[in-house]
Nanobody, 120 residues
């Protein structure tokens, strides 16, 4: 059993900052990519940022220069530092991880989502 637990969402004013965390736990042998996606009302889920186990990163154009993804591999945790937040960043943010469990099964896992609301 593998779980992803997200935290750090909330309400923030435009221009403010939030830091999201995603901790993976359970029957884990190794983690490949860890990333963040978001889904705004009436829109499809979209990639925000992803970081590979080797350190390569990819960002959506809309968040480049404002968001930073990082990982602590010892803690199986990914972070998303979000600065200069805009109302358009309002969405439910989901953590995703490509995990190999100890029985050598590999699959993609999702967190439950955390709401980020940017509003004055």
């Amino acid at each position: 059993q593998v779980q992803l637990m997200e935290s750090g969402g909330g309400l923030v004013q435009p221009g403010g900052s939030l830091r999201l965390s995603c901790a993976a736990s359970g029957n884990i042998d190794s983690i490949n990519d860890m990333g963040w996606y978001r889904q705004a009302p009436g829109k499809q889920r979209e990639l925000v940022a992803v970081r590979t186990n080797g350190g390569s990163v990819e960002y959506a154009d809309s968040v480049k220069g404002r968001f930073t993804i990082s990982r602590d591999n010892r803690k199986n945790t990914a972070y998303l530092q979000m600065n200069s937040l805009e109302p358009e960043d309002t969405a439910v943010y989901y953590c995703n991880a490509d995990i190999v469990s100890r029985d050598w099964a590999r699959r993609s896992y999702w967190g439950q989502g955390t709401q980020v609301t940017v509003s004055s």
